[in-house]
Structures are given as structure tokens and as C-alpha cells.
Nanobody
């Protein structure tokens, strides 16, 4: 049974930093595509960053470049999202996700939520101005 558990969310002031963690069980982080997504109040869920097999990663929006970094620790079977220079518009519930065999056929890109079949419960990030 695949389980993804996020942690590290919280409330910070604008300009602050947080590091989110996603620890997987029943699933090998290093051998699969995984990603971070977020859903802000009143908005659709959107892609934040994707980690490719082999360790490379990409951000899903230009507004995140230079501020967010995705990484993983294979020994800990954990994926991270380092978020710096946070802005109030980054306030959202952040979710960790992993692809499944069934979900691979869906979605238009790796930043598209339907491509991911396993989801964590989410961790709240609130950035105050």
C-alpha cells in the first residue's frame, strides 16, 4: 500500500522560508516520477514542481524560479520542496503526489495533476504579508 506523508508546512511572513518533506512508504522515490502540487482557496489544484526519475527536476511556473527547489534523499525515500522568498500568493495546501501505472496515461504534462495517481493528505502553507 502506497502512503505519502507530507510535513513541514506552517505560517511564515512574506520573505520567509519553509521546507516541505514527503516521505513515501510502499513506493520507491528514486524509481518514479513524483511531484508537488498546491491548491489555493478558490482555485484549481496546480503543479508546483516535478522530480524526474534519476533525480532531475523542474518547476511548473516561471513565478517559482529562483525561489523553489525540488530535491530528494534516496536513502530516506523522501522528496523535499525548499521554498524561499515566500509570497502571500504562495498560500495554499501543498500536496505530494506520485505516479501510478494507471495514471501515467492521463494529463497533458508532468505538471498536470491527473498524471499522478497517489496523493498525500497535504500540508498547509500560509504566508502573511
Amino acid at each position: 500500500q502506497v502512503q505519502l506523508v507530507e510535513s513541514g508546512g506552517g505560517t511564515v511572513q512574506a520573505g520567509g522560508s519553509l521546507r516541505l518533506s514527503c516521505t513515501a512508504s510502499g513506493y520507491t522515490v528514486s524509481r518514479n516520477y513524483m511531484g508537488w502540487f498546491r491548491r489555493a482557496p478558490g482555485k484549481e489544484r496546480e503543479g508546483v514542481a516535478v522530480m524526474y526519475v534519476g533525480g532531475g527536476g523542474t518547476l511548473c511556473a516561471d513565478s517559482l524560479k529562483g525561489r523553489f527547489t525540488i530535491s530528494q534523499d534516496n536513502a530516506k525515500n523522501t522528496m523535499y520542496l525548499q521554498m524561499d522568498s515566500l509570497k502571500p500568493e504562495d498560500t495554499a495546501m501543498y500536496y505530494c503526489a506520485a505516479v501510478s501505472t494507471a495514471s501515467l496515461r492521463y494529463g497533458h504534462s508532468w505538471c498536470d495533476p491527473p498524471r499522478f495517481g497517489f496523493w498525500g493528505q497535504g500540508t498547509q502553507v500560509t504566508v502573511s504579508s
